[in-house]
Every structure is written in C-alpha cells, then in structure tokens.
C-alpha cells in the first residue's frame, strides 16, 4: 500500500481561479480529513469526512468545500483564490474517523501557489 | 478556546544531550494529546499519543493537567532525531489542532 496518496503535488493558480485537489485514502481507511498548511504555521483543520457525510468543518469560508466518494476518496475546492490560499493542503486518512482510538496518516501533501 | 502552543521555533541541542520540546494547550474538558514529527523529506506521521503511555524512539511525553502542559522528553538526543516537531490536540472526531511547531537540530 501506497499510503495516502494526494495530486496534484504542485499547483499555481492565478486569483479568482478554482482549484480541486484530490486525496486517496489508505485502503480500508472510510474517514478522510483535510488540512491546510501555511508557511511557518502547523496544519490547520479545514474538513473531515466519513462515510461520505461532513463530521467536521474547521473556521474556513465557504469557498472551500469537500465531498467524499463512494469509494472513500476525497476532493477539496476552493473557489475565488486569494492569495493567502497559499499554502500546502494536506489530506490524512484514518480507519474510523475517531483520533482518540484511531492514528491518521497523512498523505504528502498539494502545494498551492496563488499568483 | 482550543490552542496549542509551541514557545519555541527552534531547539539546538548537542549529540547525546537532553532534550525538551515544550507544549502547552487549552481546552475545556479531557484533552487528547498527541506529539507529530516531520522528518526531512517526509510525510508527517504520528511519534506517540498521551493515551498510549508508552515510549517511541526513546521519546516520552507525560501530560500534566494542573500545568496545561505536555513536553516531548529524550533523555540522550540523537543526530537521527532532527526534524520538525508539532503538538496537537483532538477537539473532536479527527479534529487535531496543532501547534506552530518546533524544529529540533541535533548537532554531532
């Protein structure tokens, strides 16, 4: 198993653009979580899904929104870049969506540049 | 409100000398903590979580609820242990929320 696997790995936008970014769990894994990573900040929490119904929502905008297939993996938009959108978005996975029993484990991340 | 703090951007310590990374939190209820390492070129991966009690790599963390804190301990730290530390505590479901992140440079 490949572990959490997110594409793109890189990604320059222009303001006002939309983005789609997309994550695919470990196998068996049914909860998928999104973060966002600002240069010199630890990860924030953006969205957690599990068995394709929103559990979580972190303090974003609406611009930013997610869904979760059937088969568990996952996309995260954001529409109306701005240029504080840069950052690296990270996407973790875990076998049941609940951190005090479970460990997620993160993918290597999308790194979204917003000229 | 639910925070982590990491005071310290940066730890440079010598081959084989103790190490601390501080972390301090706020939350109202039960906090889980856990400690999260970023080794160079590496995905972030769990290192331990307070629940577990147990001893990862030789690292040690023991929460102390009267203090709000949780301190990442090595007694003898090693040049591999170099790498990007962040605290993190659950504020639901798989909700972490994370501190700012300590770098760690062990000098030979």
């Known amino acids: 198993d490949a572990g959490v696997t997110q594409s793109p790995t890189h990604l320059i936008k222009t303001r006002g653009q939309q983005v789609t970014l997309r994550c695919s769990p470990i196998?068996?894994?049914?909860?998928v979580s999104w973060y966002q990573q600002v240069l010199g900040q630890g990860p924030q929490f953006i969205f957690q899904y599990y068995e394709k119904e929103e559990r979580g929502r972190g303090n974003f905008p609406d611009r930013f929104s997610a869904r979760q297939f059937p088969n568990y993996s996952s996309e995260l938009n954001v529409n109306a870049l701005l240029l504080g959108d840069s950052a690296l978005y990270l996407c973790?996975?875990?076998?049941?969506?609940?951190?005090?029993?479970?460990?997620?484990?993160f993918g290597p991340g999308t790194r979204l540049t917003v000229l | 409100a639910q925070r982590v703090t990491q005071p310290e951007k940066l730890l440079s310590v010598f081959k084989g000398a103790p190490v601390e990374l501080k972390c301090n939190y706020s939350?109202?209820?039960?906090?889980?903590l856990f400690w999260y390492v970023q080794y160079s070129r590496q995905r972030l991966q769990l290192l331990l979580r307070?629940?577990s009690r147990e001893s990862i790599k030789g690292f040690t963390a023991d929460l102390n609820k009267g203090e709000t804190s949780f301190h990442l301990k090595k007694p003898f730290a090693q040049e591999e242990d170099s790498a990007m530390y962040y605290c993190a505590l659950t504020g639901g479901y798989n909700k972490l929320i994370f501190g700012a992140g300590t770098r760690l440079a062990v000098h030979p």
């Open positions: 196998s068996g894994h049914k909860s």
């Open positions: 939350y109202s209820g039960s906090p889980e």
């Open positions: 307070h629940i």
């Open positions: 973790a996975s875990s076998a049941l969506g609940e951190s005090r029993t479970d460990t997620q484990y």
